[in-house]
């Protein structure tokens, strides 16, 4: 299976268990060619066997290995990522994306996957990268404000949603390999449940490849210990300040390959440190106060 950096970091650095793996696909151990429904994979009419809607296995290009993922062929293909019908927690999904240059991809977060076909429950908007292979290197989330972001066409890039479905309304924040598309995350639209990501051949042009999925549960704000310390802003662009009633030992910022980038001993309550000089992307923040230490996610923007 691929290398889960994001983990590896979590498990053997911070020594943590509070991360539950859930889908790790890197598409090696299938055979080429229409991919039967397995555990978290299935399609829009939730066809057991062979069918056109089912995501293909190719070799023709591979973010990690040999094989990958494909969605094209105009509107046949509505695969979709089951995500298990989740209500409450905080998860991460993550997936590299290829579109040939000339092409486009798509997909949208569903809520409440029923056990026949689908009529869709659209959790976001249309989600779309090149849309009508009308503006290349641009993608557009149509959710409740249309938003525009950058990506790469003939490259691999990362493709990271965050999901809060521990709030009233649970919302999703998409980030293009580490930037996000908004700072703002969105609310789900239609019902308060996590079920899938629908990867649906929208048009014609529409060509993409996916590779090295990775969805995690990540650790819920009342693990935090709120009363000990808390971060902020996040997303950070310049400070990143620490809100604590005891002294802060020790503040440790690590990159998604486990390499510590920052690191201080400031000794000192609610201190402050300095990220203006590390690129955007996702951090992981290791806070020591005397006996106890927590890690929080942070967005370097």
Do not use: C
Request: no cysteine; aromatic share 12%.
């Amino acid at each position: 299976m691929k290398k889960n950096y994001l983990l590896t970091l979590v498990i053997l650095v911070f020594a943590f268990s509070s991360h539950a793996q859930i889908i790790d696909d890197d598409f090696e151990s299938y055979p080429l060619g229409s991919l039967i429904p397995v555990a978290h994979w299935s399609n829009w009419s939730q066809s057991t066997g062979s069918s056109s809607e089912n995501i293909t296995i190719s070799n023709t290009y591979a973010s990690s290995g040999t094989q990958s993922g494909f969605i094209g062929n105009g509107g046949v293909q509505d695969a979709l990522l089951l995500l298990g019908n989740l209500t409450s927690g905080l998860y991460t999904l993550e997936f590299k994306m290829y579109v040939p240059s000339g092409n486009s991809g798509y997909f949208n977060i569903q809520g409440t996957i029923p056990g026949g076909v689908l009529t869709g429950v659209f959790n976001s908007g249309d989600i779309y990268f090149n849309q009508d292979n009308a503006s290349p290197g641009v993608g557009v989330d149509l959710a409740q404000d249309t938003i525009t972001f950058s990506f790469p066409h003939d490259a691999w890039f990362t493709v990271t949603i965050d999901f809060n479905l521990d709030l009233g309304v649970p919302t999703y924040q998409i980030f293009i390999d580490g930037t996000p598309i908004d700072p703002t995350p969105y609310s789900f639209q239609d019902d308060a449940t996590l079920g899938a990501i629908d990867f649906f051949s929208v048009g014609a042009t529409h060509v993409a490849y996916y590779d090295d999925f990775l969805f995690d549960n990540t650790l819920s704000v009342d693990e935090f210990s709120l009363d000990l310390f808390s971060v902020y802003p996040n997303p950070v662009n310049d400070i990143l300040n620490i809100n604590s009633r005891a002294n802060v030992d020790s503040i440790s910022i690590y990159n998604i390959l486990g390499k510590t980038v920052l690191e201080t001993k400031p000794n000192s309550i609610s201190p402050s440190i300095d990220m203006r000089s590390l690129p955007s992307g996702i951090y992981l923040v290791k806070v020591v106060i005397g006996d106890n230490s927590k890690t929080i996610k942070v967005i370097k923007s």
